[in-house]
């Protein structure tokens, strides 16, 4: 199988990257080209992929049974793809969307009849090769054709199936949630300095922090542990902890932290329609 990436940007770079760096498949199965060639040829030099002038090149080297990954701006999708469709329909390569807000029904809009396409959402993380990645194909892409797309983002984190209808609630706690905690451990540095820590040692021990307390989230839920049961264990009565935990509730954090999901939720929506 070969793999086709229009657009070498941050996120078509770091899949790239994970891709070669897993062993998942050869450089020489990844092809990769942009709008003005400087992005893709730099990518290409880094990892040794392939790299061609044209999305029409590109499409022809992926041929039938490969993946052509759009990896460009929402508002350049329809642009993209209109030159394509007769190449596509040719070749009857899988398509996979990272554009943000283009449904599975728009994209289907704008492929040939019958063309299986896979929407992909996948966050910022996937740069460090944390991500985490929501996937969902149309109706004419097969179960198979959705795993292996799964599979390729799960070379840089973690990827699930969802349905299409959850994901505006994903991106807002997916998507847009690593703002919310970048913003959290900038406040918990912030108070860290108050009490007299240098801002860069705060915010490496906030970060440590907040990482460490992730992963046991995810490792003791195999228990059946939630959260909520890891907070208890933390806390112990009329401790410090707990101080802050009331102090923090009373400030509004907790509803604050829903109304920003529902916010992003909402906009998410808006701007789908």
Not at 201 to 219: C, D, F, N, T, W
Not at 237 to 243: H, L, N, S, W
Not at 244 to 266: H, I, K, Y
């Amino acid at each position: 199988m070969r793999v086709g990436f229009i657009g070498a940007g941050n996120m078509a770079g770091a899949i790239v990257r994970g891709i070669v760096a897993s062993g998942s498949l050869a450089p020489e199965d990844v092809v990769v080209t942009s709008a003005h060639g400087h992005s893709a040829q730099a990518l290409a030099r880094e990892t040794g992929v392939d790299v061609v002038g044209t999305n029409d090149e590109l499409v022809e080297q992926v041929g039938a049974g490969g993946v052509v990954v759009l990896a460009v701006k929402p508002h350049m999708i329809a642009d993209v793809l209109a030159p394509l469709r007769d190449l596509l329909a040719e070749h009857g390569s899988l398509v996979v969307s990272l554009a943000a807000g283009t449904t599975l029904s728009r994209l289907t809009e704008l492929l040939p009849e019958g063309q299986a396409v896979v929407r992909v959402m996948p966050n910022v993380n996937a740069q460090i090769g944390a991500g985490m990645a929501a996937v969902c194909g149309s109706a004419e892409a097969s179960e198979n054709q959705v795993d292996a797309v799964v599979g390729l983002f799960e070379n840089v984190g973690r990827a699930i199936v969802l349905p299409e209808r959850d994901f505006s609630a994903y991106s807002a706690i997916a998507g847009a949630s690593p703002a919310f905690v970048f913003t959290f451990i900038d406040a918990l540095a912030r108070g860290g300095v108050k009490n007299g820590l240098a801002k860069a040692q705060a915010v490496r021990i906030a970060a440590q922090a907040v990482l460490g307390s992730a992963r046991m989230v995810l490792e003791r839920a195999a228990d059946g542990a939630t959260p909520a049961d890891l907070v208890d264990t933390v806390t112990s009565p009329g401790g410090t902890t707990v101080a802050g935990l009331v102090a923090m509730e009373d400030a509004g954090f907790s509803p604050a932290v829903v109304r920003g999901v529902q916010a992003t939720v909402d906009r998410d929506r808006e701007l789908g329609a």
